[in-house]
């Protein structure tokens, strides 16, 4: 009963805010995803010296990109250079570190279970982007619950007997950004290591367009052909 209680004052409290899902242009809002943060570099290189690290959740805003048209990549993450300002203080930093998205900060957005990933994915969501439209489908034996969000996004949550399904539709992000988002949903330092020594990169032009967690429930972050980024967490129960 308790837990019921605070999902429905979550809900109230958050019906209607609206979530940034708008490709980062000059002057746009982003935050640090990095789980140890990110540094604020003197020049757009990693061997540039640090003026300071910047927290996980930090928000900066965008200066201006960097000339070159060449992506980097560390640790799996595709990105490229851009200046920033932190704090009244101006630098460097690495975009595949840095999201256009709300960084989970609420309870019900964080977890200490891989088993309760799609709980805590289902409720950023319900607390980022407002729906449109609300649709509950009853069968036997199953329920899906569909969310029409803002800008031609949607959730999906179907519950059976034998498997929850959670789906997330996400417009103008990059499969890397998802998989940090994911990443930063959970709070065991333990749990976040097995689930990267678990993670599948699949890249397709020279970029990640595909990761796969091959443990259950099963993730998968992958591009679509209509270049949204799909979520999809999958646990089947029984034999």
């Known amino acids: 009963m308790e837990n019921l209680i605070k999902i429905l004052v979550?809900?109230?409290?958050?019906?209607?805010?609206?979530?940034?899902?708008?490709?980062?242009?000059?002057?746009?809002?982003?935050?640090?995803?990095?789980?140890?943060g990110l540094n604020l570099r003197t020049q757009p290189s990693m061997t540039a010296d640090a003026i300071l690290t910047m927290p996980h959740g930090a928000e900066v805003t965008?200066?201006?990109?960097?000339?070159?048209?060449?992506?980097?990549?560390?640790?799996?993450?595709?990105?490229?250079?851009?200046?920033?300002?932190y704090n009244g203080v101006e630098g460097w930093a690495f975009d595949g570190f840095l999201?256009?998205?709300?960084?989970?900060?609420?309870?019900?957005?964080?977890?200490k279970e891989y088993l309760d990933?799609?709980?805590?994915?289902?409720?950023?969501?319900?607390?980022?982007?407002?729906?449109?439209e609300?649709?509950?489908?009853?069968?036997?034996?199953?329920?899906?619950?569909?969310?029409?969000?803002?800008?031609?996004?949607?959730?999906?949550?179907?519950?059976?007997?034998?498997?929850?399904?959670?789906?997330?539709?996400?417009e103008g992000v990059r499969v890397m950004e998802v998989y940090q988002l994911i990443n930063s949903m959970i709070t065991d330092p333990q749990l976040k290591n097995w689930v990267s020594e678990n993670a599948i990169f699949i890249e397709k032009a020279g970029v990640i367009d595909h990761v796969k967690i091959n443990v259950s429930p099963e993730i998968t972050i992958r591009k679509t052909y209509d270049d949204q980024v799909k979520i999809l967490i999958e646990e089947y129960f029984g034999c």
Do not use: C
């Open 10 to 36: 979550f809900v109230l409290l958050t019906t209607g805010l609206f979530g940034n899902t708008d490709k980062p242009t000059e002057g746009s809002t982003l935050q640090v995803i990095a789980p140890s």
């Open 62 to 85: 965008l200066l201006e990109f960097e000339k070159s048209e060449k992506l980097t990549r560390v640790e799996w993450v595709d990105g490229k250079w851009i200046k920033v300002a």
């Open 99 to 111: 999201t256009i998205l709300n960084v989970p900060s609420h309870d019900l957005e964080l977890t």
């Open 117 to 132: 990933l799609g709980r805590a994915l289902e409720m950023w969501a319900r607390h980022n982007f407002y729906a449109l």
């Open 134 to 170: 609300i649709d509950t489908i009853l069968t036997d034996g199953s329920q899906t619950v569909k969310y029409e969000l803002e800008n031609n996004q949607y959730l999906r949550k179907m519950d059976t007997d034998m498997s929850t399904v959670t789906e997330l539709h996400l």
